[in-house]
């Protein structure tokens, strides 16, 4: 068993929101409506690094509660977008298997301010639907 299925194991043998508390989580403010408690108890973190390499964008994916405890699955090569959407299903994936919040930290070269320039450049056909910090 990987560190990252062991990690897993661990996170869904503990106790997280029930289904009535996701559900209102979805439906409100998601991840901010939840006091300092539930978010140190119950959200995943997933920090994701993305580096351009001569094949294409690549990530390093890390996970954990306060901070990260163990490398998760990193995408295979390939173009900003595609490795983008890689990393949200992967996100979602990770929501659903552990039915708890995840929130996704992104990074470009290790520098969380890069990211949205980096999206904006790579990812023009969003235009101005991104406007908030990362």
Sequence with gaps: MS????????????PG?????????RDGEGIEGLDESEQAAWVLRVM????????GW??????????????G???????????LVAVMDQAQALADAT???VKVIHGV?????RF????????????DDIDTPV
Excluded: I
Excluded at 17 to 24: A, H, M, Q, T
Excluded at 73 to 83: K, L
Excluded at 109 to 113: A, H, I, K, L, T
């Design 73 to 83: 699955p990193a995408t295979g090569f390939g173009r900003f977008n595609d490795t």
């Design 48 to 55: 994701v690094d993305y580096t351009r390499e001569p094949q």
């Design 17 to 25: 929101p029930g289904e009535d508390r996701l559900d209102l989580l």
């Design 116 to 127: 949205l320039p980096t999206l904006a450049k790579h990812v023009p056909d969003l235009g």
């Design 99 to 101: 039915r708890r919040p």
């Design 109 to 113: 070269n290790g520098r969380p301010d």
């Design 3 to 14: 560190d990252f299925e062991q990690w897993m194991a661990a996170v869904t043998a503990s």
């Design 58 to 71: 690549h990530t390093r994916v890390l996970v954990g509660r306060a901070g990260p405890e163990c490398a």
